[in-house]
């Protein structure tokens, strides 16, 4: 799939790019034990600001803002440690108030702006796709769609990142969690497409990492070579891969 979508100018390309490193920012190795500390400070703001930033380029990129923030908010309530929070928390704040300002500079003075312009983009994006469900027109599918598409398009691949997500439960909650709440946010959404997933799907490789940290040299040796076959089989054949591979418009 990067093969396939990499040339293409897409806001969710760049959205992951910026959620990737945010989050390799604000969860420490071990990835996704718990989030980094207050002393941390420039780190903190650097994740965050990647996120805020991704959100600019992607919406549907504010679960995971939204995800992070209840990251550290469990970290807080456990440690008693309230600085990190405060800190992601703010950032986020202040890459919404620059989102807002820019709708409002660029939508001040259409008739139907609402409060000034200010967030008019983030209105109508959710009034047109989920009040009106405009998507619809362009195909509606059901809950396993991403699923199939997916082990469509890379069936090793997919095989091996469903084995990982299984394993890497109390290795890594936190990324786990991140991951999960962004499909589940698009599995409500009738109107689906491949490429939605694009953001998180780099995220959901690094747990491929992660269950393999899990096993003693010689089975995780074992485990790379598998993985590495099956990235191979799914490089070789990625020149064929077509929208309908992808699941897009079945009918």
Known sequence: ???????RAMSENLAAVCIVWGLALLFPLPWGEGPRSGGEGRTLLLGASLLGAATLFRLQSGMVCLTVVLVFAVHAVRTRDWKPLLQVFGTLCVWALLFGAWDAAAWHELPRAKYGGWFHSAFVYYDENIT?????AWGVADAGYYFRALFSAMPGVTVALGVAVLASFRRAPAVLFVVAAFVAL??????????????ILPVA???LGVALSLL???????????????????????RNLTMGDLGSYPE
């Open 186 to 199: 698009h599995l409500q959404v009738p109107h689906k497409e491949l490429r939605f997933m694009l953001p």
């Open 1 to 7: 799939l990067a093969l396939y979508f990499a040339p």
């Open 216 to 238: 003693p040299p010689a089975p995780a040796r074992l485990g790379v070579a598998l993985v590495g076959a099956a990235v191979l089989s799914s490089f070789a054949t990625a």
């Open 132 to 136: 009106k469900n405009r998507g619809a």
């Open 205 to 207: 490789c690094a747990l």
